[in-house]
């Protein structure tokens, strides 16, 4: 399965951007797939995932009500809709997949970059 992310840019404090992660391949092997970010000099961390059948979403905390993570069945993309955007929301953001609910996230999307100035 590939994974291309996109959707990223340049923001004001109080923004929003709509991230999107488009599946190709053997997409009928997902488990779930999660948005993760990686702010430079800090380690990756998981900002939200959601099933592949498109229940079952989850948010880290420091993002809940805020963004909010869906994906178009039709179109085998999740998007992640990032509102109320904050300067230390800047990073650079992934989508992973993973296989089974045991697996680890084996497969990454290329980052996009979000920068929030303020």
């Known amino acids: 399965v590939q994974l291309q992310a996109s959707g990223g840019g340049l923001v004001q404090t109080g923004g929003s951007l709509k991230l999107s992660c488009e599946a190709s391949g053997r997409t009928y092997t997902t488990y779930s797939i999660g948005w993760f970010r990686q702010i430079p000099g800090k380690a990756r961390e998981v900002v939200a995932t959601?099933?592949?059948?498109?229940?079952?979403?989850n948010y880290a905390d420091f993002v809940k009500g805020r963004f909010a993570i869906s994906k178009d069945n039709a179109k085998n993309t999740v998007y992640l809709q990032m509102n109320d955007l904050k300067p230390e929301d800047t990073a650079t953001y992934y989508c992973?997949?993973?296989?089974?609910?045991?697996?680890?996230?084996?497969?990454w999307g290329q980052g996009t970059l979000v920068t929030v100035s303020s």
């Open positions: 992973a997949r993973k296989g089974s609910s045991h697996s680890r996230y084996n497969d």
């Open positions: 959601i099933a592949w059948s498109g229940r079952n979403p």
